[in-house]
């Protein structure tokens, strides 16, 4: 497409010790650091091969971050943890949905359509206009709820 490849490193979400099972999020909801490396340029690998191509890729990513970041996770956030196993089993959703509903719910200054969303799913009903982005809201919050919502249009 001959783009610039833009390396990109994700650090301190990962435990030390190999999983058993595949992490959808960083360990204990921690915070991640990015590390962007600089840009591969097309014209710069434009013609060397394919092993020298993935070698100076590798050689990029592996030279990003400090040496505490590659072998120490972040600070667990347990607080959100515990709600996030809290609210799956009341709701009885999925670990993304839950995440993503706290997520919602935690935003500082959110929208009006968040506040909206977050109320309808916690009260168990939602009210979303007759427009597009209304019936956009209420199938995501069904989404969100499995559905678990009762969705109403106004129609006024």
Same mark, same amino acid.
């Given at each position: 497409?001959?783009?610039?490849?833009?390396?990109?490193?994700?650090?301190? +979400?990962?435990?030390?010790?190999?999983?058993? /099972? #595949?992490?959808?999020?960083?360990?204990?909801?921690? @915070?991640?650091? @990015?590390?962007?490396? /600089?840009?591969? @340029?097309? %014209?710069?690998?434009?013609?060397?091969?394919?092993?020298? #191509?993935?070698?100076?890729?590798?050689? #990029?990513?592996?030279?990003? !971050?400090?040496?505490?970041? /590659?072998?120490?996770?972040?600070?667990?956030?347990?607080?959100?943890? /515990?709600?996030? =196993?809290?609210?799956?089993?009341?709701?009885?959703?999925?670990?993304?949905?839950?995440?993503? @509903?706290?997520?919602?719910?935690?935003?500082?200054?959110?929208?009006? %359509?968040?506040?909206?969303?977050?109320? +309808?799913?916690?009260? !168990?009903?939602?009210?979303?206009?007759?427009?597009?982005?209304?019936?956009?809201?209420?199938?995501?919050?069904?989404?969100?709820?499995?559905? =678990?919502?009762?969705?109403?249009?106004? #129609?006024?």
């Amino acid at each position: 497409m001959n783009l610039p490849i833009i390396p990109v490193k994700f650090t301190g +979400g990962l435990p030390i010790k190999p999983l058993e /099972k #595949r992490l959808d999020f960083p360990l204990h909801y921690t @915070y991640q650091n @990015y590390h962007l490396g /600089k840009a591969i @340029y097309p %014209e710069d690998i434009k013609y060397i091969g394919n092993l020298e #191509r993935k070698n100076l890729l590798l050689k #990029r990513l592996n030279n990003l !971050g400090n040496e505490q970041d /590659k072998n120490f996770p972040n600070q667990p956030d347990f607080n959100f943890e /515990k709600e996030i =196993q809290s609210w799956m089993k009341k709701t009885e959703v999925s670990e993304i949905h839950a995440v993503i @509903y706290k997520v919602l719910k935690e935003i500082h200054n959110p929208t009006n %359509e968040v506040e909206i969303l977050v109320k +309808g799913i916690s009260e !168990g009903k939602l009210l979303v206009s007759d427009t597009p982005e209304g019936y956009w809201l209420g199938e995501f919050a069904k989404w969100l709820s499995k559905n =678990q919502i009762k969705i109403s249009v106004n #129609r006024d």
